[in-house]
């Protein structure tokens, strides 16, 4: 069975930074693109990045470019987003989801708070 | 604002048949495929279609997918209860360099 599992998620203040962490399991990580999606709190879905195979492609929506990175480890069959310079904006529940197609599967979320 | 746009709402009786719209332009839609989520309440998103038209294993029949040109389309038929959710689009978009969804419909069934 397919599980994906997001931690990492929690409260800081603006300016701050948090990792978000998703482990897989069920399957082979390194056989499909990975993607993070969020959704603020009573808003709809947005996509954030996402990352090829190997690791070596990696795309991000204009407003997270230059503060988070996606980045993959295949060897412990998960995938992270380093959030920086966070803003209130960022607030959301944060999933991640394996492709092949999009969003094929999805874990259950982690909540960042960007507040003081 | 969202670039793919969908009806904020849609309604129906037990057993009817209801439509959800998703239109685009020429850099999502007309020259991609496109996917359709189902969000219940107080859950993560699940994939109801991808590739305009196709299925994953376990999705009922009753849901079904269409495209033409820079539009999209998500019928139920023989609509039930436990269809009650909100619905997403989503298509890669050329010129962003990112996948897209619209906006979200909040499906009530009456």
């Known amino acids: 069975e397919v599980q994906l599992v997001e931690s990492g998620g929690g409260l800081v203040q603006p300016g701050g930074s948090l990792r978000l962490s998703c482990a897989g399991s069920g399957f082979t990580l390194s056989n499909y693109w990975m993607t993070w999606v969020r959704q603020a709190p009573g808003k709809g879905l947005e996509w954030v990045a996402n990352i090829k195979e190997d690791g070596r492609e990696t795309y991000y929506v204009d407003s997270v470019k230059g503060r988070f990175t996606i980045s993959r480890d295949n060897a412990k069959n998960s995938l992270y987003l380093q959030m920086n310079s966070l803003r209130a904006e960022d607030t959301a529940v944060y999933y991640c989801?394996?492709?092949?197609?999009?969003?094929?599967?999805w874990g259950q979320g982690t909540l960042v708070t960007v507040s003081s | 604002q969202s670039v793919l746009t969908q009806p904020p709402s849609a309604s129906g009786t037990p057993g009817q048949r209801v439509t959800i719209s998703c239109s685009g332009s020429?850099?999502?839609?007309?020259?991609?495929?496109v996917n359709w989520y189902q969000q219940l309440p107080g859950t993560a998103p699940k994939l109801l279609v991808y590739n305009n038209n196709q299925r994953p294993s376990g999705v009922p029949d009753r849901f079904s997918g269409s495209k033409s040109g820079t539009s999209a389309s998500l019928a139920i038929s023989g609509l039930q209860s436990e269809d009650e959710a909100d619905y997403y689009c989503?298509?890669?978009?050329?010129?962003?360099?990112?996948?897209?969804f619209g906006g979200g419909t909040k499906l009530t069934v009456l």
């Open positions: 020429s850099s999502n839609i007309g020259s991609n495929t």
């Open positions: 989801t394996r492709d092949n197609p999009f969003g094929g599967y």
């Open positions: 989503a298509a890669w978009d050329d010129s962003l360099r990112n996948w897209v």
